[in-house]
């Protein structure tokens, strides 16, 4: 990862990790191939309801050639963010861990407007209307031509996440399963990174698959 400027100062918290965003690395590339995305030079990232943010290093790659001169991953958990910002810092660029509510990111004075905002492991069918505020305010933070990625641990809960974009007029540009997603042996149909989207802002147009 020194490549692009970022050290990652902590190893992984639990086994596994490192496989599963190796894997979450590879995916990446095949979808932004398949959606046709296209970075300025330098660019913004936000990942939200980013928990420990692992995948901080694997995204920051993805996105090459661009330069990611601000990253910022937010979550309401205290120790997650915590763990974040111990892990990695970026050389040539700011890079911030913030605890806050998701639902307010549109509103939070000093940010910019982001080309890429990540939501792993999106959690809409737990408490949709949370959700509901969440993607508004995401979407009011992303620069109009941004991109809004999320991944999904279930094939029900990735679909629900895509009725609400399609409700909103945001246009996918491509969705896939992923075939080498690992299986939670406590949680039937789950896997890691099971599903993967990607979304732009403007008409809805026919999703790439």
């Known amino acids: 990862m020194n490549k692009v400027g970022l050290i990652q100062r902590l190893p992984f918290s639990f086994p596994g990790i ?13 979808l932004f191939s398949a959606a046709g995305v296209s970075f300025p030079s330098r660019i913004s990232i936000l990942n939200l309801a980013c928990g420990r943010a692992d995948e901080t290093g694997v995204l920051i790659d993805t996105v090459k050639p661009a330069e990611t001169t601000f990253y910022l991953g937010m979550d309401l958990r205290a120790d997650a963010i915590d763990e974040a910002a111990r892990r990695w810092d970026l050389l040539h660029g700011e ?12 509103r939070m004075k000093g940010l910019p407007k982001f080309d890429l905002i990540f939501i792993r492991h999106q959690n809409y069918w737990h408490e949709p209307m949370v959700w509901e505020g969440i993607l508004d305010e995401a979407l009011s933070a992303l620069e109009p031509d941004g ?5 999904s641990y279930f094939d029900l809960e990735h679909e629900l996440f895509l009725a609400s974009m399609r409700e909103r007029g945001v246009r996918q540009l491509a969705n896939m399963r992923h075939p080498e997603s690992r299986d939670l042996a406590d ?3 789950k896997s890691v990174d099971r599903w993967a989207a990607v979304f732009s802002r403007g008409e809805a147009g026919k999703p790439v698959t």
């Open 18 to 30: 490192d496989g599963d965003i190796q894997r979450l690395g590879e995916l990446l590339g095949r």
């Open 95 to 106: 890079i911030e861990f913030r605890e806050g509510n998701a639902a307010m990111v549109g």
């Open 147 to 151: 991109y809004l990625m999320c991944t």
């Open 187 to 189: 949680a039937e149909g």
